[in-house]
């Protein structure tokens, strides 16, 4: 493919607008009808046809829609992207349910079945994986995001990109760089980071990213350290084109260009495209500086010609490799649609992720639950098939499964169940609450499904209460006060702050919104079909106040060590709050009971270039099958930098029969133990550490192991 000749051929028009992208919807609008004036997003119509990329748009009809118009150009056919965020029409769980599986091989599956779904509807891209670190739940995003750990959002967002290539489409890695953390939480905030803290963990996960060769990164709305991240040279051009090398599409979020006006940046839309298209952001999208703008500038030398022949030939390229050129809807396809879409094969992954995903927060001996128990359904997402959560993409809600439809499917009896409230978070009408609590009275065991209702997290969607809506609260004191058993299954999100509600429950299994198989997989949990094995991957706070929390964080020079309301005074600590989460990172119950003894080191001093072996018994103590996440952190003990007090550096999930044991290994080598030292260089420092396995971030066996020069 000659790119440069036709690039020659191309006007300096036709590149801006090969530059741009536009929603899809006014490509369809605008199929059959007369193409002049200005199409809804402002693109002249008469230019429509040259436009490089359209994001979002319903499957085959649309796709075909867009490829047959007749004023879109057929010899370099438009790219197709669009939002396969967790699924396709086959929706899985939120990613933040997906990392909390701690499988890296399901991971990926989920990935591949979006992106085969999504291919046969004529999707060529797809805006994921979403690899933001995030800490603070009052962000409404965190649910996109695999959570608070930067190590696994990196290996997370590597199986991702492994199952979109594998699944046909290419990918986007976003938001770039550190749009998760939005001051107080609220989206689109300021972001304001070191240096060192950017490296060490705000980067790590999209630079991990890029190692699997993903087609395109997404720059992000946020201004971190004064500079709108659309005109952040230092990150853009220095970092990502010159020390990574990334020679891939680099794409802006939507309007992101334009934003920069609104960040007192840039004075108007013209200085918005002249500082992207400097900074080589490939394709804006939907904000037209590039379609306005770009000539004007490249004829008044501001923006060189060279530079925008490069951006235009990445965009030629990504084309290329997906075989545009030679069809450009190879991929859509009726009957692949028929075969894949919603197929049993990606139902049943879907169930698989919901089932790992979901965390088993809590259980005095109730569950599982016995196959006769007399058990009702109260609150609002007992019937509910809004289970889809935030990137619901093509999925419908009529493919998806109740708690109420799994249950009953699984046990074969049918089961009373009364909605009481909506989940909203301002829910008002309490009409429902008598009936829930008749209805209550009748059975043994109350199962109550609640949460945060689907829409009530996401983009844009932040909030500064992160506890259980008020009257989701109410009907649980007035369940509790019939005596009854009750099991709490929770859909959410992000983490809730859950310290009022935890003491009027027997269990709390908690399951973010877990897709269309989502019924069918707490229906699973809560019965003792499949044993819960989820972990959490973002610490859920005791209230608000305590946000941002996250475990991989520093000491204080006046550390609080016994976590308790005692007077500790000019100690770090709140007066009126313990500092530690109600839940940590990696943390998640079973129905049988893990013991993980005997930590070794295979010896506890090593050389620089040697490596150690760091050992332990997992052994399963009780009476069923159960599969649990093994944890290896690290503490370098002192350090040119200080280094936090645990950081994840490696994971193995187990399954073990009853009874039975296995021995579980770490290598630790210089590269565990190194970082982003004071002069900047990634090494490891030689001197102590602690050496921590887990089954969850806070209960940890310890030992110590010292790093040394090598001998002369
Ligand atoms: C979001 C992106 C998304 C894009 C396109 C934006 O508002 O921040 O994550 O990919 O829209 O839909």
Not at 176 to 204: C, M, P, V
Not at 316 to 342: F, H, M, P, Q, V
Not at 497 to 512: G, Q, R, S
Request: hydrophobic content about 40%; glycine content about 8%; proline content about 3%.
């Amino acid at each position: 493919m000659d790119y440069k000749k036709i690039i020659a051929n191309m006007t300096l028009e036709e590149k801006a607008l090969e530059l741009s992208q536009v929603a899809a919807a006014d490509i369809i609008q605008d199929a059959d009808a007369v193409v002049t004036g200005i199409s809804h997003s402002g693109v002249p119509r008469e230019q429509l046809g040259e436009i490089g990329s359209v994001l979002n748009f319903s499957g085959i009809e649309a796709a075909k829609k867009i490829r047959s118009a007749p004023f879109v150009k057929k010899d370099n056919p438009l790219l197709l992207m669009q939002d396969v965020v967790h699924g396709y029409k086959t929706v899985y769980p939120l990613n933040i349910a997906i990392g909390g599986t701690f499988d890296l091989e399901l991971a990926e599956a989920c990935a591949e079945m979006s992106a085969i779904e999504a291919k046969a509807n004529g999707v060529n891209v797809t805006f994921a994986p979403m690899v933001d670190l995030v800490r603070d739940a009052r962000w409404g995003r965190v649910n996109e995001s695999t959570g608070e750990d930067p190590y696994l959002n990196g290996l997370m967002g590597r199986a991702s990109v492994r199952g979109y290539h594998k699944g046909g489409i290419a990918c986007c890695v976003k938001h770039f760089a550190a749009y998760g953390a939005a001051e107080s939480g609220r989206d689109y905030n300021t972001t304001d980071i070191s240096d060192h803290a950017l490296k060490e963990y705000y980067l790590k996960s999209y630079l991990e990213c890029l190692k699997e060769n993903p087609e395109m990164v997404m720059t992000s709305f946020n201004l971190l350290n004064g500079i709108p991240m659309n005109g952040h040279t230092e990150l853009l051009v220095d970092l990502l084109r010159g020390q990574e090398k990334f020679d891939g599409v680099v794409i802006s979020d939507y309007g992101g260009i334009s934003e920069m006006i609104a960040h007192g940046y840039a004075e108007d839309l013209k200085e918005c495209a002249r500082i992207a298209a400097n900074n080589e952001i490939d394709i804006d999208m939907c904000s037209l500086a590039y379609a306005k703008y770009l000539p004007e500038l490249v004829r008044e030398g501001k923006v060189s010609e060279e530079k925008v022949n490069r951006m235009v030939e990445r965009v030629l390229r990504l084309k290329d490799k997906l075989g545009l050129y030679e069809n450009a809807s190879a991929g859509i396809s009726e009957e692949r649609d028929k075969t894949y879409c919603l197929s049993r094969e990606a139902r049943e992954i879907a169930r698989r992720a919901a089932e790992d995903g979901s965390v088993l927060l809590e259980n005095n001996g109730i569950l599982p639950l016995k196959k006769d128990a007399n058990v009702c359904l109260i609150g609002p997402y007992a019937e509910s098939r809004e289970l889809m959560g935030e990137w619901a993409c093509l999925g419908k809600t009529e493919n998806v499964v109740s708690v109420k439809k799994g249950i009953e499917k699984l046990t074969g009896k049918s089961v009373p169940s009364v909605a009481a409230c909506s989940a909203q978070w301002n829910a008002a009408d309490e009409s429902g609450l008598a009936e829930a609590l008749r209805v209550a009275e009748k059975s043994e065991i109350i199962i109550v499904c609640m949460g945060e209702y689907c829409k009530e997290s996401g983009e844009s969607h932040s909030r500064s209460n992160i506890e259980l809506a008020a009257l989701q609260v109410k009907l649980l004191h007035k369940l509790k006060e019939t005596g009854k058993k009750i099991v709490l299954v929770l859909f959410a999100g992000r983490p809730l702050a859950l310290t009022e509600v935890v003491p009027l429950v027997d269990a709390v299994l908690f399951c973010w919104h877990p897709g269309i198989e989502g019924g069918n997989a707490v229906a699973n949990l809560l019965y003792g079909t499949v044993n819960p094995n989820g972990k959490i991957t973002m610490s859920f706070p005791r209230s608000v106040g305590q946000c941002p929390v996250y475990y991989n964080c520093f000491s204080t020079g006046r550390p609080k060590h016994n976590d308790t309301y005692e007077n500790a005074c000019f100690t770090s600590r709140y007066i009126d709050e313990l500092n530690a989460p109600l839940y940590p990172f990696g943390y998640g119950l079973s129905y049988t009971k893990f013991e993980l003894k005997d930590m070794r080191l295979s010896v506890s001093t090593m050389r620089r270039g040697e490596s150690v072996t760091v050992s332990a018994t997992l052994k399963n103590i009780g009476n069923r099958a159960g599969r649990e996440v093994v944890q290896l952190y690290i503490r370098d003990k002192f350090g040119s930098c200080a280094r936090p007090v645990k950081e994840l550096k490696g994971f193995c999930k187990i399954a073990l029969a009853a009874g039975e044991q296995t021995q579980v290994r770490f290598k630790i080598s210089e590269e565990t133990l190194a970082y982003f030292t004071a002069s900047g260089e990634y090494k490891a420092e030689t001197g102590d550490f602690e050496v921590m396995l887990g089954t969850n971030s806070r209960d940890v066996l310890k030992t110590d192991l010292r790093l040394l020069d090598r001998e002369l």
